[in-house]
């Protein structure tokens, strides 16, 4: 299976963006539909954006959409997630995931392989 490593988080003002990018080694990436999940202190990790094995298919939680677009490039081995106009509420550490299934999906439970994380600090 794929192995995943996040990087690009950090601290920013509310209205900043940050692109968070995840490498996979290992096994095939296009396999893979990938997704992109938080957990802030104290909560249980949520979805944020998904997209599937050909970036064909994505998904989004309500309260990103217009704001975050993950995407996917399989030459490259990444998935990113553009996080633009950043709120103190999208604090979190964020997480990259697999799932062999291919399809995007906002359970976590369809998720077989998962990133340490990466911390997102926004200031208000």
């Not at 299976?1 to 900043?16: H, K, R, T």
């Not at 604090?91 to 995007?104: E, F, I, P």
Request: proline share 2%; with cysteine.
């Amino acid at each position: 299976q794929v192995q995943l490593v996040e990087s690009g988080g950090g601290l920013v003002q509310a209205g900043a963006s940050l692109r968070l990018s995840c490498a996979a080694s290992g096994r095939t990436f296009s396999n893979y539909a990938m997704g992109w999940f938080h957990q802030a202190p104290g909560k249980e990790r949520e979805f944020v954006a998904a997209i599937s094995w050909s970036g064909g298919n994505t998904l989004y939680r309500d309260s990103v959409k217009g704001r975050f677009t993950i995407s996917r490039d399989n030459a490259k081995n990444t998935v990113y997630l553009q996080m633009n106009s950043l709120k103190p509420e999208d604090t979190a550490v964020y997480y990259c995931a697999a799932s062999d299934r291919r399809y995007s999906s906002t359970s976590p439970a369809n998720y077989n392989v998962w990133g340490q994380g990466t911390q997102v600090t926004v200031s208000s």
